[in-house]
């Protein structure tokens, strides 16, 4: 697996690491991704049931009109957030030790199972 993190233990190409990425991090951006937008698109859906009301509308039509509305809104700001975040590093994943070092004239080496440290 490929994943880019800060090396802050100069490892060297071909170095077998171990990576740390804490769990409280992966929960925030997995709920702020997948959670996050369909909360707003379901309240987008109920604000489009109340304006059908107010203007004798379909409610059908205004909910899924406001629902989708809303869950583009949401996706814009998950992507402005991701912006955001890939230019500060704050989500990154890092190297905490070279678990093997890379030998000089090793054929093509094989690629390195994943081992994740978590914690937080």
């Given at each position: 697996m490929?994943?880019?993190?800060?090396n802050t233990v100069k490892a060297g190409l071909g170095d077998w690491v171990v990576v740390y990425f804490e769990s409280s991090k992966l929960f925030k951006l997995s709920f702020f991704l997948y959670v996050f937008p369909v909360i707003i698109m379901?309240?987008?859906?109920?604000?489009g049931e109340r304006m059908a009301e107010n203007?004798?509308?379909?409610?059908?039509?205004?909910?899924a009109f406001f629902g989708f509305?809303?869950?583009?809104g949401a996706?814009?700001?998950?992507?402005?957030?991701?912006?955001?975040?890939?230019?500060s590093?704050?989500?990154?994943?890092?190297?905490?030790?070279?678990?093997?070092?890379a030998g000089i004239g090793d054929p093509e080496l094989p690629p390195a199972p994943c081992q994740s440290?978590?914690?937080?």
């Open positions: 490929e994943v880019e993190a800060v379901i309240v987008g859906a109920l604000i203007f004798q509308g379909n409610p059908s039509s205004y909910s509305f809303f869950f583009f996706m814009a700001v998950v992507k402005l957030m991701d912006k955001r975040a890939r230019k590093g704050k989500y990154r994943p890092e190297i905490i030790r070279v678990k093997k070092k440290v978590s914690g937080e």
